[in-house]
């Protein structure tokens, strides 16, 4: 019988030491919940190979619209988020579940369309005068309609533009942008993209951008780690790395100098 209580005590002792074992390894991983737009850029591929070289952390990423990103981080689902959203953002952070928001970039959207563009956009002055046109147009456009910070930007310009999204060429997909652009592509629709994706994908698009905003249309992001109140037992400690090596001056030059096609996707924008 002492045996079988020592064997027993000897399979609980490594039990223990196995758990602990399994969470030393966890703590090198952080969770990251960003937008589709920063993995379909290539922006993501480009950084977090620096990054975990730089200090052994494995960054598990998920990528989805800024809105479930979001619920991600309310829910203590993942360490940190990074997306673009300012007012969502805000709410996320004035409700406790985030901490510590800093703008690490930007770029911009631009309304991508067919190079002929049918609903003669290209002479707006505003992205509502140019949505406005293509309601009237008859042309189909394309909507992510999957709650991201790109679909939340779209919604605002229809408001703006008091235009009630429903007109028979709308279609609302629930995809990320990639997907958005291969079937606004295939439609031969408008849409509204980030730049960033457009230039990764505009090899593959017979599109061209028939509104450019500027300003008026800027995209800024954030890094916003998870509230350790909220949940403790999430990595605080990696998020925390990885949010002050975004904003380092190593993160800010990588950020500058990730292009495609010769292009720069991304501004750093995080100033001390």
Do not use: C
């Not at 800024?220 to 780690?225: A, D, G, H, S, T």
């Amino acid at each position: 019988m002492l045996k079988l209580k020592q064997l027993m005590g000897f399979v609980a002792a490594a039990g223990m030491l196995l758990n602990v074992t399994a969470y030393a390894q966890d703590t090198k991983v952080i969770k990251l919940a960003t937008t589709t737009s920063t993995e379909n850029s290539g922006l993501l591929g480009y950084l977090l190979p620096k990054f975990e070289a730089d200090t052994g952390y494995q960054v598990q990423v998920i990528a989805t619209g800024t809105g479930k990103a979001l619920k991600l981080g309310t829910q203590g689902d993942v360490d940190l988020v990074m997306t673009h959203a300012p007012k969502a953002e805000a709410k996320f952070v004035e409700d406790g579940f985030g901490v510590e928001p800093r703008g690490i970039m930007e770029n911009d959207f631009v309304v991508l369309g067919p190079k002929n563009d049918p609903a003669k956009i290209l002479a707006s002055k505003t992205a509502e005068e140019a949505f406005t046109k293509i309601a009237k147009s008859g042309i189909p456009f394309i909507s992510r309609g999957d709650d991201s910070g790109t679909n939340k930007k779209e919604i605002l310009i229809w408001k703006a533009a008091n235009v009630t999204p429903d007109f028979a060429g709308y279609k609302s997909i629930g995809q990320g942008m990639g997907k958005t652009l291969l079937m606004a592509n295939e439609m031969q629709a408008y849409t509204l993209s980030d730049r960033g994706t457009y230039i990764a994908y505009k090899g593959k698009l017979d599109l061209q951008v028939d509104f450019d905003g500027g300003k008026t249309l800027a995209n800024p992001y954030q890094v916003i780690l998870i509230n350790p109140k909220k949940y403790p037992d999430l990595n605080h400690k990696g998020a925390r790395a990885f949010s002050d090596w975004l904003i380092s001056d190593k993160g800010q030059q990588l950020i500058n100098g990730f292009e495609v096609q010769g292009q720069q996707l991304f501004k750093a924008t995080y100033h001390k």
